[in-house]
């Protein structure tokens, strides 16, 4: 069974910084694109940064400039460092993937359970 189960979030300051992990377990093959989405109350989930399996990475313009998104093959994990974090960065954020549990099975998405990041003073 496979699982994403993200940490590292948590409560800081405006101007402040955190680093959300992502660690894949389970039965996994490959992982192709990897991701991170938020959730603030009353919001729709969005987009926050995707990054490929070959490393070509995309950003929400909001975040632009502020977060970078990184990978480990190897680890089966991923990163998105934030700085510079605002009270609108506030919101759950969730890891994505998509990944193959064997080389013949199709690419299937899966999501973890959230961590909860709150910007505030």
């Known amino acids: 069974q496979v699982q994403l189960v993200e940490s590292g979030g948590g409560l800081v300051q405006p101007g402040g910084s955190l680093r959300l992990s992502c660690a894949a377990s389970g039965s996994i093959f490959s992982i192709n694109a990897m991701g991170w989405y938020r959730q603030a109350p009353g919001k729709e989930r969005e987009l926050v940064a995707t990054?490929?399996?070959?490393?070509?990475?995309n950003y929400a313009d909001s975040v632009k400039g502020r977060f970078t998104i990184s990978r480990d093959n190897a680890k089966k994990t991923g990163s998105l460092q934030m700085n510079s974090l605002k009270p609108e960065d506030t919101a759950v954020y969730y890891c994505?993937?998509?990944?193959?549990?064997?080389?013949?099975?199709?690419?299937?998405?899966?999501w973890g359970q959230g961590t909860q990041v709150t910007v505030s003073s």
């Open positions: 990054i490929t399996n070959g490393g070509p990475t």
């Open positions: 994505n993937a998509d990944l193959r549990i064997s080389w013949s099975s199709k690419l299937n998405n899966y």
